[in-house]
């Protein structure tokens, strides 16, 4: 889990959005929090869209010593991924996004390609206030599950287990999300909790600690709305408990900056790209990961 400090400095710089001044920019898609790469504008009722991910490690944060070494192994990785968010309320949406993973993993002289479906998250959105329809920041809550549809590292096949591509067990999660714009400038923070349900794993009952996801984001709003948007994103995972026994060095945590660019094609055609690495100061027991997306996103209104 996070340390008091940062998180008593995630709390001073979402607190630090509560003093704006007048709106005058639509803030339109660059807030879209790493939680869902489509939450709908403030006028969209649905849309749909496909995203493809691609990324490689580049190197390990071990649990101690050296806070980053080059990777022994090296992962590539492929991940196509469809979603869809529907308007359920005048304030409220809900976004489903579903991947698939495609993982090439090399350690030594032995390579493993593997293909099988991710995680599957549903996650929802009511926005108490808007960004810049007051004086105030734009608030929502945030609320949703994720769905053990992956393969856990204890079902891997193979001698690499390349076709690993979740944890086995439910979330549950729920956070806030805070926004404003200053003129054409849109700031943006996300905080977000998980708690995972217990499952049996070689006869044992096995927890995942709580994760946590820390999101800070600044961009700029250019004519036609055209947005450019800079993120950094802290997750942390606490160590699991395993038979009811804390398994110290089961946790982690990973810091990750990213550059992301939204274009409008048409009034409800978009697209979405960025280009994204892990900090290595600030990672733990955890490979380190870069890579790029594009998202094609069609909205309707």
Not at 35 to 50: D, R
Not at 203 to 208: D, E, I, N, S
Request: glycine share 12%.
């Amino acid at each position: 889990m996070p340390s008091p400090r940062s998180s008593v400095a995630l709390a001073l710089a979402l607190a630090a959005l509560l003093f704006a001044g007048d709106a005058s920019a639509q803030a339109c898609c660059v807030g879209a929090s790493g939680l869902t790469p489509g939450w709908l504008a403030n006028h969209e009722q649905w849309l749909v869209g496909a995203q493809l991910r691609v990324a490689q490690t580049h190197g390990t944060y071990p649990t101690r010593g050296a806070f980053y070494e080059p990777a022994v192994g090296r992962d590539a990785r492929i991940e196509p991924s469809l979603f869809a968010t529907a308007r359920v309320a005048s304030r409220g949406q809900v976004s489903f996004f579903a991947p698939l993973v495609t993982t090439r993993r090399r350690a030594g002289d032995k390579v493993e390609t593997r293909t099988a479906p991710g995680d599957v998250t549903l996650v929802g959105r009511y926005d108490f206030i808007r960004p810049g329809e007051a004086r105030l920041p734009g608030i929502a809550l945030l609320g949703g599950i994720v769905a053990p549809t992956g393969i856990p590292p204890d079902r891997g096949t193979g001698i690499l287990s390349a076709d690993v591509t979740g944890v086995g067990a439910w979330e549950a999660n729920a956070g806030v999300s805070i926004e404003q714009v200053y003129g054409r400038v849109v700031l943006h923070g996300t905080a977000l909790v998980g708690l995972r349900a217990p499952r049996e794993v070689l006869g044992l009952t096995q927890r995942l600690g709580p994760r946590a996801l820390y999101l800070l984001a600044g961009g700029y709003v250019f004519d036609g709305d055209v947005a450019v948007l800079g993120t950094v994103t802290h997750t942390s995972d606490g160590d699991a408990t395993v038979g009811g026994e804390v398994a110290p060095g089961t946790g982690f945590r990973a810091t990750q900056a990213a550059l992301l660019l939204v274009v409008p094609i048409s009034d409800t055609v978009r697209i979405r790209t960025s280009a994204f690495t892990d900090v290595p100061p600030l990672g733990n027991n955890r490979q380190a990961l870069g890579g790029t997306s594009i998202s094609l996103l069609k909205s309707w209104y």
